[in-house]
C-alpha cells in the first residue's frame, strides 16, 4: 500500500459546482497536511496548510483532515475556470530524520468547464 | 524577483551523457530540496539539504549526485544519462520549523529530455 493514495481522475465540473478532492494515507506519524496547486508547466504553490484534525477555511476552499479515518479532503466551493488544475495532497511528520519530508499524492487533474 | 530559480528551464540530451540542474533560493530558508516529477505528475523526493548537510538521500540511482555549497544553492549532477531519467525536476525550499517541515517553495522546474 502506498504511502498516500489520491484518485488522479482527470475530473471535469462545469463552472459554479462545488468541487469535492479526497486523499488516503497510512502512515500514523503524518501530522501535517497540505494541499498544493500546480498549473501546467509550473511548479506547485501551497493552497492550504492543516495541522492534525480538523477543518480550515480560505475563501472558497475548505480543508479538512480527519486523522482517525486517514482520510483529507478539500473542498472548492463556486468553481472557476482558473481554478482547472492539478491538485496535489501532501503531508509530513514532525521534523527529524526520514520523517523531514513532504509525502506528495499523485495528483487530481481537475477542469472547471464555463 | 524569483524566489527559487532553476536553470536552465529546458534540458535535452543524449544517453550516456552527464547534466547539470542549478538551484538558487534567497528566501533565506535553511532546508532545500530536489523532487522528480513523471510523466504521471507524481512527485517524488529524491534529495533534501539542511544547512548544507544531507538528510534526506531517499533510493535513487547513485547516478544522481546532489551537491550544496551554502544554504541558498543546491545543485544536481546525473551522470550517464538514462531513458526513464526523462522527468521535470524541481527544487524547493523550507524554512524549518519545530515540527514538520513547513510549507515548501518550488522552483518553475527544469524539464529533461533524454533521446
Known amino acids: 500500500q502506498k504511502e498516500v493514495e489520491q484518485d488522479p481522475g482527470p475530473l471535469s465540473v462545469p463552472e459554479g459546482a462545488i468541487v469535492s478532492l479526497n486523499c488516503t494515507y497510512s502512515n500514523s506519524a503524518f501530522q501535517y497536511f497540505m494541499w498544493y496547486r500546480q498549473y501546467s508547466r509550473k511548479g506547485p504553490e501551497l493552497l492550504m496548510y492543516?495541522?492534525?484534525?480538523g477543518n480550515k477555511e480560505d475563501g472558497r476552499f475548505t480543508a479538512q483532515v480527519d486523522k482517525s479515518s486517514k482520510y483529507i479532503s478539500l473542498f472548492i466551493r463556486d468553481s472557476q475556470p482558473s481554478d482547472s488544475a492539478t491538485y496535489l495532497c501532501?503531508?509530513?511528520?514532525?521534523?527529524?530524520?526520514?520523517?523531514?519530508?513532504?509525502?506528495f499524492g499523485k495528483g487530481t487533474l481537475l477542469t472547471v468547464n464555463p | 524577483d524569483t524566489a527559487v530559480s532553476q536553470t536552465p528551464k529546458y534540458l535535452v540530451t543524449q544517453m550516456g551523457n552527464d547534466k547539470s540542474i542549478k538551484c538558487e533560493q534567497n528566501l533565506g530558508h535553511d532546508t532545500m530540496y530536489w523532487y522528480k516529477q513523471d510523466s504521471k505528475k507524481f512527485l517524488k523526493i529524491m534529495f533534501s539539504?539542511?544547512?548544507?548537510?544531507?538528510?534526506i538521500n531517499e533510493t535513487v540511482p547513485n547516478r544522481f549526485s546532489p551537491k550544496s555549497p551554502d544554504k541558498a544553492h543546491l545543485n544536481l549532477h546525473i551522470n550517464s544519462l538514462e531513458l526513464g531519467d526523462s522527468a521535470v525536476y524541481f527544487c524547493?525550499?523550507?524554512?524549518?520549523?519545530?515540527?514538520?517541515?513547513?510549507?515548501?517553495?518550488f522552483g518553475e522546474g527544469s524539464r529533461l529530455t533524454v533521446l
Open positions: 501532501a503531508m509530513s511528520g514532525n521534523s527529524g530524520g526520514s520523517n523531514y519530508k513532504l509525502t
Open positions: 524547493a525550499s523550507s524554512a524549518r520549523t519545530s515540527g514538520g517541515t513547513g510549507e515548501l517553495f
Open positions: 539539504y539542511n544547512n548544507k548537510e544531507l538528510i
Open positions: 492543516t495541522y492534525s484534525s
